[in-house]
């Protein structure tokens, strides 16, 4: 690939730059005055671009990772069902007394529309034998070795640094995503972007990794459709206003534009940026996953309505265990009355 001269570079990205600063809607929505705007030397304004990726609201951001520091950790949730967890192996329980009674059980509606099933069931209570479980361990006691605390503190240091993204995601009709977040936890600084991706197949997986940084997930996903609330505004009688979006690329480009916040702050935007790359690299199998999950969600709701959950009888099984009764006796000898008249 061929390389502009240094010369070049510095005078193209100034203007590129200079553009994006003297916009009407740069102006308009980042509310600069103009007694605040200073000359900025060429140089600084091609650092900024190259450096910080200046972000407007006139031109999306798109970007371009790196595959090799650029992927999910773990699996990436595909509708495949967990497999069952095993059975408990019971002990054998020699039934000392044992009781039932008759109730009426109502098993909640697992779906919508579905109708609650309600039936009688028996409750039936067992006192048992003492099984002799084993005694739980007692708790770990705290390592005080100056060496150990050391060891575990270099552990710790050479761990990778980890970043929580904590992400609000409305998606409208699949095409556009609202993305709201508060960098570094701060409520009263909140930024909001457009993105151009479906924010669905974003979910499956918690854990990713980008540029020498790992970063813990913890998204809330919504959906909108425009035929929903256009719909309900008719039958009120009331015309309904669609949401207005930013200019963007097609769906499924990874880009976004903020429209609220400091679009220049890159630590604000660097979730997002991260989020955006990492479609780059993981996009196709982030999307066969989702639409698995969601050809999954079908089949199951489906199961579900031919196969509604039916209440279950219920049996109780209760010990008196010997082992702490007996514990507890030479603590009872032990004690003393220490108030009250001798």
Same mark, same amino acid.
């Given at each position: 690939?061929?390389?502009?001269?240094?010369?070049?570079?510095?005078?193209?990205?100034?203007?590129?730059?200079?553009?994006?600063?003297?916009?009407?809607?740069?102006?308009?929505?980042?509310?600069?005055?103009?007694?605040?705007?200073?000359?900025?030397?060429?140089?600084?304004?091609?650092?900024?671009?190259?450096?910080?990726?200046?972000?407007?609201?006139?031109?999306?951001?798109?970007?371009?990772?790196?595959?090799?520091?650029?992927?999910?950790?773990?699996?990436?949730?595909?509708?495949?069902?967990?497999?069952?967890?095993?059975?408990?192996?019971?002990?054998?329980?020699?039934?000392?007394?044992?009781?039932?009674? %008759?109730? @009426?059980?109502?098993? $909640?509606?697992?779906? +919508?529309?579905?109708? /609650?099933?309600?039936? &009688?069931?028996? !409750?039936?209570?067992?006192?048992?034998?003492?099984?002799?479980?084993?005694?739980?361990?007692?708790?770990?006691?705290?390592?005080?070795?100056?060496?150990?605390?050391?060891?575990?503190?270099?552990?710790?240091?050479?761990?990778?640094?980890?970043?929580?993204?904590?992400?609000?995601?409305?998606?409208?009709?699949?095409?556009?995503?609202?993305?709201?977040?508060?960098?570094?936890?701060?409520?009263?600084?909140?930024?909001?972007?457009?993105?151009?991706?479906?924010?669905?197949?974003?979910?499956?997986?918690?854990?990713?990794?980008?540029?020498?940084?790992?970063?813990?997930?913890?998204?809330?996903?919504?959906?909108?459709?425009?035929?929903?609330?256009?719909?309900?505004?008719?039958? %009120?009688? @009331?015309?309904?206003? $669609?949401?207005?979006? +930013?200019?963007?690329? /097609?769906?499924?480009? &990874?880009?976004? !534009?903020?429209?609220?916040?400091?679009?220049?702050?890159?630590?604000?935007?660097?979730?997002?940026?991260?989020?955006?790359?990492?479609?780059?690299?993981?996009?196709?199998?982030?999307?066969?996953?989702?639409?698995?999950?969601?050809?999954?969600?079908?089949?199951?709701?489906?199961?579900?309505?031919?196969?509604?959950?039916?209440?279950?009888?219920?049996?109780?099984?209760?010990?008196?265990?010997?082992?702490?009764?007996?514990?507890?006796?030479?603590?009872?000898?032990?004690?003393?009355?220490?108030?009250?008249?001798?």
């Amino acid at each position: 690939m061929s390389r502009l001269p240094l010369r070049g570079w510095l005078k193209a990205n100034a203007v590129a730059c200079e553009r994006l600063l003297n916009s009407p809607s740069t102006r308009k929505d980042q509310k600069i005055q103009p007694s605040r705007m200073k000359p900025i030397p060429l140089v600084l304004l091609a650092f900024l671009v190259a450096a910080t990726s200046l972000r407007s609201q006139d031109a999306p951001i798109v970007v371009s990772p790196d595959p090799t520091t650029t992927h999910i950790i773990g699996n990436i949730a595909n509708g495949t069902p967990s497999p069952p967890a095993p059975v408990p192996v019971l002990p054998n329980f020699a039934v000392k007394s044992s009781w039932t009674e %008759r109730v @009426v059980r109502e098993e $909640p509606a697992p779906l +919508p529309g579905m109708t /609650p099933v309600r039936k &009688p069931v028996n !409750v039936t209570v067992q006192v048992v034998e003492d099984p002799h479980l084993p005694t739980p361990p007692a708790p770990v006691p705290v390592n005080s070795d100056p060496a150990a605390i050391a060891r575990f503190k270099a552990m710790v240091a050479a761990r990778p640094k980890v970043e929580n993204i904590f992400l609000s995601a409305t998606v409208y009709d699949h095409q556009r995503t609202k993305l709201r977040w508060y960098p570094n936890g701060h409520p009263d600084q909140e930024v909001i972007a457009w993105s151009a991706l479906d924010f669905n197949a974003m979910s499956g997986f918690s854990k990713f990794t980008y540029n020498g940084s790992n970063y813990n997930l913890f998204m809330f996903v919504g959906n909108d459709s425009s035929e929903q609330h256009r719909r309900f505004a008719q039958r %009120r009688g @009331v015309t309904y206003v $669609p949401p207005v979006f +930013p200019d963007l690329p /097609p769906t499924g480009t &990874p880009a976004f !534009v903020v429209t609220q916040g400091d679009s220049t702050d890159a630590d604000a935007i660097a979730p997002i940026t991260a989020l955006h790359e990492l479609y780059k690299v993981e996009g196709p199998q982030l999307v066969a996953a989702y639409q698995a999950r969601a050809q999954a969600r079908i089949e199951h709701e489906a199961w579900l309505r031919a196969n509604p959950p039916q209440p279950q009888d219920v049996l109780i099984q209760v010990w008196k265990r010997e082992e702490a009764a007996a514990q507890m006796a030479p603590l009872q000898e032990t004690t003393t009355n220490t108030g009250g008249t001798p």
